[in-house]
C-alpha cells in the first residue's frame, strides 16, 4: 500500500482528490458520468502510439454551464481536465498520465450561425457535417470552413 501511494505522489496523481471529484461529479451529473473500464479506454488513448493512459470518468456535458461547472469541480479538487473532441489526437493530446477527467464534447454538437455573407459559421464544441441541415450545406457558407475569431462566435444567437 505504501508503494502505491508512493507513486501516485511522485507522478502528480492524487487518489483522494480523484475520488471526490469523481463523487461530485455524479452528484451533479448522474449518468452522464462514467467510469468504466472500457468507455475510460476509449478516452484514454485514439489514434496515437502511445500507450492507453484512461481518464478516471468521462463527463457529457450538454451545454457552456456544465462545463463550467465540470471545471470548477476539478479545479477545487486539483483533478486534471482532458477535453475530447472527436478523438483524432495523434500526439497523446487525450492521454491521461496522471489521471484526471475526461471531458466529452460529442453531445455539444449545434450549429449556432452561419454568416453566409462571409462564408464563416460559428458552433459549439463538438459538430459534424451529418448534423448539418443539408440546405446550409450547399450553401456557399460550407464550401470553406475557416475558423471565425471568437468575439464574432461569442455574439452568435
Known sequence: ??????????????????????????AAFGN?????????????????WITNQPPDAVVYPQGTEDVQQVVRI???????????????????????????VSIDFRDMNKVLVVHAEDLGSCAIADYSFPLIPAPTLR??????????????????P
Open 74 to 100: 476539478c479545479a477545487e479538487n486539483g483533478v486534471a481536465i482532458i477535453p475530447f473532441g472527436v478523438g483524432t489526437s495523434l500526439e497523446g493530446h487525450v492521454n491521461a498520465p496522471v489521471g484526471g
Open 139 to 156: 450553401s456557399a457558407a460550407w464550401r470553406r470552413h475557416d475558423v471565425q475569431e471568437p468575439m464574432r462566435c461569442a455574439t452568435a
Open 32 to 48: 452522464r458520468v462514467v467510469t468504466s473500464q472500457a468507455v475510460r479506454e476509449q478516452h484514454g488513448n485514439t489514434m496515437t
Open 1 to 26: 500500500m505504501a508503494l502505491a501511494q508512493a507513486a501516485a505522489a511522485q507522478s502528480g496523481r492524487n487518489p483522494a482528490a480523484i475520488k471526490k471529484t469523481v463523487a461530485a461529479l455524479t
